[in-house]
């Protein structure tokens, strides 16, 4: 096998071993993204609530609960603002 097969195969190796690295993951875990509520950024301070923002804290439901035990976003997800954008999104009160 010549020196470029041999890389060739060694990063294809590599790669697969990192699919399965992240596909054994927990799914929870690996989706639970505070950035991916930027959407709902403007509506925490006064804007307007946006589809987006609620696609976003409806696939962001499941961890809510984390982010409210975190002290660098608890002030965010337990406000009264917070509170306000989840029921025009339709999520129900947490119940941590």
Same mark, same amino acid.
């Given at each position: 096998m010549?020196?470029?097969?041999?890389?060739?195969v060694? %990063?294809?190796?590599?790669? *697969?071993a990192a699919?399965l690295?992240l596909?054994?993951r927990?799914?929870?875990?690996?989706a639970?993204?505070? %950035?991916?509520?930027?959407?709902?950024g *403007?509506a925490?301070? *006064?804007?307007?609530?946006?589809?987006?923002c609620?696609?976003?804290?409806? %696939?962001?439901?499941?961890?809510?609960?984390? $982010?409210?035990?975190n002290?660098? $976003?608890?002030? $965010?997800?337990?406000?009264?603002?917070?509170q306000s954008?989840?029921?025009?999104c339709?999520?129900p009160?947490?119940?941590?």
């Open positions: 010549g020196k470029a097969t041999a890389t060739t060694l %990063a294809l190796a590599l790669c *697969g699919l690295l596909a054994a927990p799914l929870d875990a690996a639970c993204n505070p %950035a991916a509520l930027s959407p709902c *403007g925490l301070f *006064g804007g307007a609530v946006t589809p987006g609620c696609v976003q804290l409806k %696939a962001q439901q499941p961890c809510l609960c984390q $982010y409210a035990r002290p660098a $976003y608890r002030s $965010y997800v337990n406000g009264p603002a917070a954008v989840a029921k025009a339709g999520i009160k947490m119940k941590c």
